[in-house]
């Protein structure tokens, strides 16, 4: 594809190009930020989603042991 087209095509946002994917998906959020708006919608999608405890946005970082264990979860399922 050209860099043309690609400039021509609308706009995804990255949470619908995730609900689009055909693979395992699992989205982890800050638990801080309280329940999500769009957590019913990526559910019936067949995302995973999932809130870590005790951490920012920077969930790897600020929470590593949950986020740590989440991922496995993710992965094992």
Excluded: K, W
């Excluded at 087209?5 to 190009?17: C, F, G, H, K, Q």
């Excluded at 995302?47 to 042991?65: K, S």
């Amino acid at each position: 594809m050209s860099l043309a087209e690609t400039l021509r095509r609308p706009l995804t946002r990255p949470r619908e190009s995730l609900e689009r994917l055909p693979i395992p998906r699992t989205f982890l959020y800050p638990a801080a930020d309280g329940p999500r708006s769009d957590a019913d919608r990526m559910a019936g999608a067949g995302v995973d989603v999932v809130a870590i405890p005790g951490c920012g946005h920077n969930i790897m970082v600020d929470n590593v042991q949950d986020f740590a264990l989440a991922v496995q979860a993710a992965l094992r399922d």
